[in-house]
């Protein structure tokens, strides 16, 4: 098999990639038009079978790996070589848009189709990966199938996940059909050389800017808490002001701080946000007892962060010697922002050019699996303008022209990447 040069113009088919985004959008386990597809669900289920069949009619090999992290090669010239890999996620969040994940997994298919169309011949294989469970919806961590891939997580910290029905991550994964060895699931350093994402910018610069295509330098990174703090309960009528010991006020007070905790921040990058409040008993005629937050921090600065964490934990102790209630913190992770690769980001950039758009570099404030395939190999991520930055919700849309140019991009840094030779 001899290589071929990538020719001017690359065959790319905005119509089928936006079909397929719409039959991946009818396995769902909620209403249209929001997408719901909770990791290891039939929904879930469903869309990977979907998905395979995709693959196998594109001439690609297709494996899974104990956990469902799933692969699709096409094979290079010199398969000795490290692969470069691209890819994303299709589990969703309840009630959510089409576009999320997708876009990165249908457009690295579309991308491996329209350059096997063009002739182009790589030399390193070009592997497509479908993360699993990308979103925390089920068993409250992000990204675990990425998190095992690159070693980032260990086996007895997933066999302690559980869900909200009690059953454990592990059980899950077994009774959709994934019960391999989770130490496999582990991939050598030297699987890949490079690995770039293609996703929804999720944010407005793109839009606002009329920018096409924006080139990721940077991935911002979280850190999460759980909070939990325990008063006494009371009648609320009898209990006077004085002698109350409030857990809910005590929680209200921590939300707040945690508010001042990412306003205040010298870096401009800085995001923190109270997603869960949870009091017991819920009663309107009852003083709250306890009541549990979980807090997310996020930035591209890993000092930035830690320092805002630091000012919340300082807060929460604060707060409840204050109000007489105890607390309970537990840091449930704490990742390292990623810095993108300059090679993966110089093939984006030629690749713009060669396609005669604009682009504008910029930091991802959400975190995605190339977060952590940036602890393994070379990654950059490209993004593509997301109507008014909506993403989340089912008025999600990116345009047929622009995930046309995203996946065209796309395409071009592939080839770029699978035509490098060792160690470059």
């Not at 959510?96 to 189709?113: C, H, K, M, N, Q």
């Not at 017991?280 to 807090?295: H, Q, W």
């Not at 109000?323 to 090679?343: G, K, M, W, Y």
């Amino acid at each position: 098999m001899t290589q071929r040069a990538l020719p001017a113009s690359i065959p790319v088919d905005s119509g089928r990639i936006c079909a397929e985004l719409q039959e991946l959008a009818a396995f769902t386990g909620g209403e249209p038009p929001g997408v719901t597809r909770v990791v290891f669900t039939h929904a879930d289920r469903d869309a990977r079978q979907w998905l395979a069949a995709k693959c196998r009619e594109a001439g690609l090999e297709t494996r899974e790996d104990g956990v469902g992290n799933f692969f699709a090669r096409w094979v290079g010239s010199d398969a000795r070589l490290p692969a470069v890999g691209t890819g994303s996620h299709t589990d969703a969040i309840p009630n959510s848009g089409i576009y999320d994940g997708t876009v990165g997994v249908l457009g690295g298919l579309e991308a491996i189709r329209a350059l096997r169309e063009s002739g182009f011949v790589p030399k390193r294989s070009i592997e497509l990966l479908m993360f699993t469970s990308e979103e925390p919806t089920r068993f409250g961590i992000g990204c675990l199938g990425s998190r095992l891939l690159s070693g980032r997580a260990c086996i007895e910290s997933v066999d302690r996940l559980r869900d909200g029905d009690g059953g454990s991550a592990r059980d899950a994964a077994r009774a959709a059909g994934f019960d391999g060895d989770l130490e496999s699931v582990r991939i050598a350093p030297d699987h890949y050389g490079h690995f770039v994402e293609l996703h929804i910018e999720q944010g407005p610069l793109l839009e606002r800017e009329g920018i096409p295509i924006g080139i990721v330098t940077a991935i911002a990174a979280p850190a999460s808490l759980r909070v939990a703090f325990a008063g006494e309960g009371g009648h609320a009528g009898t209990v006077l002001m004085p002698d109350r010991r409030d857990a809910l006020t005590a929680a209200a007070e921590l939300a707040l701080e945690v508010e001042r905790a990412g306003r205040e921040s010298e870096s401009p990058d800085t995001v923190a946000t109270t997603g869960v409040f949870r009091p017991f008993p819920g009663a309107v005629n009852s003083i709250p007892s306890r009541c549990e937050l979980e807090i997310d921090v996020r930035d591209t600065s890993e000092g930035s962060r830690d320092g805002a964490v630091a000012r919340i934990v300082s807060a929460a102790r604060r707060i409840a010697d204050a109000r007489s209630v105890a607390v309970e913190i537990e840091t449930v992770n704490s990742d390292p922002p990623a810095v993108c690769d300059p090679t993966v980001v110089a093939a984006i950039r030629g690749a713009v050019a060669a396609e005669g758009l604009s682009a504008r570099e910029m930091v991802s404030r959400a975190y995605h699996d190339s977060l952590f395939m940036a602890t393994l190999t070379r990654t950059a991520m490209i993004f593509i303008p997301c109507r008014g930055g909506i993403s989340h919700r089912p008025e999600e849309y990116a345009s047929p022209g622009d995930i046309r140019a995203g996946v065209a991009v796309l395409a071009r840094t592939l080839a770029a990447l699978s035509s490098s030779q060792a160690g470059e």
